[in-house]
């Protein structure tokens, strides 16, 4: 078996996570040798008796093959760590997931990535500001990460998809389980059109409170930065904001009533140096993105190919070279030329000089 499919058996057993999962591959060379360690090896390198001794049983009760075959029925995709397609922000982290398990597709990384996350009590307040913001976020060309739990982050997946844009749902149980049930529309609605469902835990693996804090790193782990539109002191979505201030990532919040237990979180924040955020143009401004509808300009334009709209985006913020343009939209040098060519005649882009292209003025 190719190296990759060890990484699943490592993911599927509990005991070693991300990092203890790094350091077996530094010291044995790589996830298939790391599986075929002996007892004596496990131990020798500090993994622990009782632990070494509970990973053998489980891998040799365990059957990769089998668990491949299992994935495969429930039209369930993986990807390692060290795939090409790993998400790249995501991949930066300390204590990346071993394997993300995933239903639907990952929207293409050219476009920027923001969670939003919040109370499950959401308020009439705490509805609108989530629903006008999101709404901003995703007419501004961002993908939409939360954690499909009630309240702001379902609100939060609704509005990217009413509004024709592209959401993650992170979860904190396996792939396929739906959690919470009322959300299974919503669930389907991601999986077959508006984006994908992820989780770093095997599927089968049943909801529960204390696997809600690893979920939350991925939800930041994967954004430019974390939006809190409403929650208590002690919410959860302000452990996804701390998460987020440790891996190095733009922390918002909104200010809410003052004599509104939800609006103690957004303003603990604020008060320890979170971005305030009223309008969608405060974000762009701390994200240094221009505040450009990538969507909508597409629209405008008219009919483009798959191609064109994602050489459109990639030139969205910033004038590339056409060996940039290549490496980014992984399209072949002679029919990227062609391409190229046919969008200076529609006037949507411009040569620049020496192979530099950027967007002409009618799409800027």
Same mark, same amino acid.
């Given at each position: ?19 203890? =999962? ?39 009760? =365990? ?25 790249? #922000? ?20 050219? $476009?920027? $990535? ?5 109370? $499950? ?60 049930? %009322? ?17 770093? =835990? ?32 002690? %919410?959860?979505? #302000? ?12 922390? =918002? ?66 004038? #590339? ?16 030329? %062609? ?26």
């Amino acid at each position: 078996m190719e190296d990759r499919v060890y990484y699943l058996g490592f993911s599927a057993f509990p005991g070693i996570g991300p990092l203890r =999962f790094k350091l077996l591959v530094k010291f044995f060379g790589s996830a298939k040798a790391s599986w075929n360690a002996s007892y004596k090896d496990l131990v020798k390198i500090n993994l622990g008796e009782k632990l070494a001794a509970r990973f053998i049983q489980f891998r040799d009760d =365990f059957s990769l093959s089998l668990y491949i075959s299992k994935l495969k029925d429930k039209e369930i995709k993986f990807i390692t760590l060290f795939d090409d397609n790993y998400p790249k #922000l995501l991949k930066q982290i300390s204590d990346a997931p071993i394997v993300i398990y995933m239903r639907g597709n990952l929207p293409d990384e050219v $476009r920027p $990535r923001i969670g939003v996350v919040g109370t $499950r009590r959401i308020t009439i307040y705490g509805r609108d500001v989530t629903e006008k913001l999101t709404a901003e976020l995703v007419g501004a060309g961002f993908i939409i990460v939360s954690g499909m739990a009630y309240g702001v982050d379902t609100k939060a997946h609704e509005t990217a998809i009413e509004n024709d844009g592209k959401t993650i749902a992170v979860l904190g149980c396996g792939v396929d389980i739906i959690h919470p049930r %009322s959300n299974f529309n919503l669930y389907w609605q991601i999986v077959k059109k508006h984006g994908a469902v992820i989780s770093e =835990f095997p599927p089968g693996m049943m909801a529960n409170v204390g696997l809600f804090p690893a979920r939350n790193r991925i939800i930041s782990g994967l954004s430019l930065g974390v939006l809190v539109t409403e929650g208590a002191e002690d %919410s959860g979505s #302000l452990i996804t904001a701390s998460y987020g201030a440790e891996q190095g990532r733009e922390v =918002f919040a909104i200010p809410g009533p003052i004599n509104s237990n939800l609006s103690r979180g957004p303003t603990k924040l604020l008060k320890a140096g979170a971005k305030l955020v009223t309008e969608v143009g405060d974000i762009l401004e701390e994200l240094k993105i221009k505040p450009i509808s990538q969507i909508r300009q597409i629209s405008q334009i008219g009919n483009l190919t798959k191609d064109e709209e994602k050489i459109l985006e990639l030139l969205q913020n910033e004038s #590339l070279h056409f060996d940039a343009i290549i490496a980014k939209a992984k399209i072949d040098a002679t029919k990227l030329a %062609s391409i190229l060519s046919m969008m200076e005649l529609k006037n949507i882009i411009k040569n620049s000089g020496e192979g530099n292209y950027n967007l002409t003025e009618i799409v800027k």
